[in-house]
């Protein structure tokens, strides 16, 4: 009579499979970093185009932003923030800035915040979406890239 394996090893060995690429989909899916490099050159190039056609009338051609971005306009809401080393958007995470491209900032802040930045999910992909931050960070000094690896680990 030969013995069988108990059932639950099988189960298990399954639920850890199962587990794992649920993990690496939502991972991958959900604004990992993985996403972000501006080493490659083809998705920098495509963020560039889909950055000009998206991004570049508020954030400037120039990643410069609109004048006096930090001040508030009369309808209480901040102009669009420049994307270059001079703005604040290398002081958040890989996924924070994923994440605020794809919901928009008002889905993130709730309590009603307004904002002119639209979210992008259902527009842009995800993979376009990390295009564009790849084009984005390219465009920093290496030192600036280097301090945003460190804050988005």
Not at 69 to 86: F, I, K, V, Y
Request: charged share 20%; aromatic share 10%.
């Amino acid at each position: 009579m030969t013995k069988k394996k108990p059932s639950w090893t099988v189960a298990g060995l399954a639920l850890l499979i199962a587990f794992g690429a649920a993990a690496a989909y939502v991972w991958i899916g959900n604004g990992a970093a993985a996403g972000l490099d501006p080493h490659d050159r083809a998705k920098v190039a495509r963020g560039g185009e889909i950055y000009a056609a998206n991004c570049a009338s508020c954030h400037g051609a120039d990643l410069a932003g609109q004048p006096d971005w930090r001040q508030r306009r009369a309808d209480g809401r901040l102009p669009a923030p420049p994307h270059d080393e001079t703005g604040h958007t290398w002081h958040h995470p890989a996924e924070q800035l994923f994440a605020l491209t794809k919901y928009g900032p008002a889905a993130l802040a709730g309590g009603g915040y307004q904002s002119d930045m639209p979210g992008y999910d259902g527009k842009l992909s995800d993979a376009e979406i990390w295009a564009v931050l790849s084009y984005i960070k390219s465009r920093w000094p290496a030192e600036i890239r280097a301090r945003h690896d460190q804050m988005s680990q």
